[in-house]
Nanobody, 124 residues
Framework: QVQLVESGGGLVQAGGSLRLACAAS????????MGWSRQAPGKEREFVAS????????YYADSVKGRFTISRDNGKNTVYLQMNNLKPEDTALYYC?????????????????WGQGTQVTVSS
């Protein structure tokens, strides 16, 4: 089992940037594919990005493609989400998740472990 703790959220103006981090403990991160999802008030949790175990392949939701970048440092047991050109519609609670699948789909059901989330608020 793996425990996940997100950090790096905050309040930023539209057009700004934030870098989220997800620190893992309990098991080494390289045994999991990793992902980020988000949930805005009154909406369902939606997939944002994922990365395979070695970091070779990455996947993004259309809404963030070209603006967000997911990466991982297995030596530090940490996954990152660099978010650039933020928009008010990016406001949400952002969750880190781990999957035992080699290449999880964009479904939240493919992820087995979740962090508690970090809040991102983008003002217009």
């Amino acid at each position: 089992q793996v425990q996940l703790v997100e950090s790096g959220g905050g309040l930023v103006q539209a057009g700004g940037s934030l870098r989220l981090a997800c620190a893992a403990s309990g098991r080494i991160l390289s045994t999991y594919s990793m992902g980020w999802s988000r949930q805005a008030p009154g909406k369902e949790r939606e997939f944002v990005a994922s990365i395979t175990r070695s970091g070779t392949l990455t996947y993004y939701a259309d809404s963030v493609k070209g603006r967000f970048t997911i990466s991982r440092d297995n030596g530090k047991n940490t996954v990152y989400l660099q978010m650039n050109n933020l928009k008010p519609e990016d406001t949400a609670l952002y969750y880190c998740a781990a999957s035992q699948l080699l290449s999880p789909s964009k479904s939240n059901d493919d992820f087995d472990y979740w962090g508690q989330g970090t809040q991102v608020t983008v003002s217009s």
